[in-house]
């Protein structure tokens, strides 16, 4: 029974191990698969271990239904994973978009204030055609002073 049960063990931890190893991917099929994939790891593992502590228990069967068990609810919590960490992903997205797009709009209201100032000011210095120009003098190149 020793044996069996480090055996079970040591299976145990090596499919636990390869399970929590598994790379997150970047499109659903490639999360459900590799959801299906570590859930099978960890029954096949839970599936050991429970085949090791029952009395005359048949430890590959136990494997087996551990992993027929497990493969479905992992690609189900692959898929949904997936789903979520895109949705969150957008959501992140959307505020950056939002918080980008009132950082431009601020910055086009500054701008357009700097031009309207600039106009203003540029208007003062513009002197009227009907106005008949006299030579009072030297002027430092501003012939209205």
């Known amino acids: 029974m020793f ?6 063990i040591c299976v145990t931890a090596s499919l636990l ?9 970047t499109n659903i099929y490639q999360d459900t698969a590799v959801g299906g994939l570590g ?17 005359n228990g048949d ?27 895109e949705n969150a992903q957008i959501s992140d997205n959307n505020e950056l978009i939002q918080k980008n797009h009132a950082e431009l709009v601020s910055r086009e209201h500054e701008l357009e204030e700097m031009r309207r100032s600039i106009k203003d000011d540029s208007d003062i210095l513009l002197v009227p055609d009907d106005i008949e120009h006299q030579y009072n003098g030297p002027t430092l190149g501003n012939r209205y002073r």
């Open 39 to 55: 859930a099978a790891a960890v029954g096949a593992a839970t599936g050991t271990a429970i085949g090791a502590i029952i009395k």
């Open 59 to 85: 430890v590959a069967k136990s494997a087996l239904l551990g992993t027929a068990i497990a493969i479905p609810i992992g690609m189900v919590a692959g898929a949904v994973y997936s789903t979520y960490s």
């Open 3 to 8: 044996k069996s049960s480090a055996a079970a």
């Open 17 to 25: 191990w390869m399970s929590a190893c598994a790379p997150a991917g």
